[in-house]
């Protein structure tokens, strides 16, 4: 968190170095594990000590030029402590075969399988796939539920 830390409200934990994940659930989740805050679970201000060995921009950012002085920084996307302008991905508004969704391959509910693929380019060492698949194993949905409901 140190990259985002001096963005963050003084009284966030994203300001504290030793805020715990319990502290940070109530924020955004119920008691059985549903977001009841979407803004909130999102919210770098709250879940990111809890992610930011998880997160690509907290933990390894591709390149991070830091600036205190007020520069227009334009993106295709942002995390919420930073004001970057956006503009659409090109596959909004460019005609290319790469972005259009062929409705024909779409298999029917019953033909689909009850199975989880990883797509997607691994960042980080893999980290990404590894973390999906240790949220997958039953052995971490258990210990995570003993952790968070106190069991």
Same mark, same amino acid.
């Given at each position: 968190m140190p990259i985002v830390r001096e963005a963050c409200p003084?009284?966030?934990? +994203?300001r504290s170095t030793n805020t715990s994940l319990g502290q940070g659930h109530p924020l955004y989740k119920d008691e059985h594990g549903f977001k009841k *805050?979407? *803004?909130?679970?999102? /919210?770098l201000y709250v879940v990111g000590p809890h992610i930011q060995n998880k997160h690509g921009l907290l933990f390894a950012p591709s390149s991070m030029m830091v600036s205190k002085? $007020? $520069?227009? !920084?334009f993106g295709e996307c942002k995390v919420n402590v930073n004001s /970057? !302008? $956006?503009?659409? +991905?090109?596959?909004?508004y460019r005609d /290319?075969?790469?972005? !259009?969704y062929d409705f024909k391959s779409e298999y029917e509910w019953d033909e689909k399988k009850d199975m989880l693929m990883?797509?997607?380019v /691994? !960042?980080?060492r893999s980290k990404h796939s590894r973390e999906l698949a240790e949220l997958a194993s039953p052995t971490t949905c258990t210990l995570h539920q003993q952790h968070t409901h106190g069991q």
């Open positions: 003084p009284g966030s934990g +994203a *805050n979407f *803004n909130g679970s999102s /919210d002085k $007020l $520069l227009p !920084i /970057d !302008i $956006l503009f659409p +991905a090109k596959m909004y /290319d075969e790469t972005y !259009i990883w797509r997607g /691994d !960042i980080g």
